[in-house]
């Protein structure tokens, strides 16, 4: 034989191989995912933190951006949500000076903010976790506002 026949022949036999039945009579292709895709989380709209006296507001604005009011001083940046995942930031704040309480809160409030990966919405919150903790949010609602309560865990209203 010669050498482009024996190149020849070793192509088929690689290709035959390939395109055979599976080695073993029990091998089988791996199953493909058929439940449903994981949902991209909506977090758009105006979320506000504990409510305490310090008010504690951020608005997830459809174009990507965020803003709000920390405690003492505005946010605002940008954020993106892919599935459950979330980047936010980075945040840039006005430069006001309040008491030290309200401070402390604010500075808290903006480092679970920046450092959330994770989010997830159920009963009218919105959760956000990261390393520096978890930031539980609830739909903004003014003072004398009813309050959201959901009939199971898994309700949204």
């Known amino acids: 034989m010669t050498g482009r026949r024996v190149a020849a022949v070793a192509i088929l036999l ?17 199953p493909t995912r058929t439940g449903p895709a994981e949902q991209t989380v909506d977090a758009t709209g105006k979320w506000q933190g504990q409510r305490t006296t310090i008010v504690q507001t951020v608005t997830f604005h459809a174009d990507g951006t965020v803003s709000g009011n920390a405690g003492c001083n505005n946010l605002s940046g940008s954020y993106k949500v892919r599935k459950s995942s979330i980047t936010i930031g980075p945040l840039a704040t006005t430069l006001k000076l309040c008491d030290d309480a309200t401070m402390y809160a604010e500075q808290m409030f903006l480092a679970k ?20 903790g978890v930031l539980a949010l609830s739909t903004f609602r003014k003072p004398g506002d009813p309050v959201i309560t959901c009939a199971t865990g898994n309700a949204r209203p």
């Open 113 to 132: 903010l920046q450092s959330a990966t994770r989010a997830e919405r159920e009963c009218g919150a919105l959760k956000l976790t990261g390393p520096d």
């Open 14 to 30: 690689a290709w035959a191989t390939l395109t055979a039945a599976p080695a073993h009579a029990g091998d089988v292709p791996a």
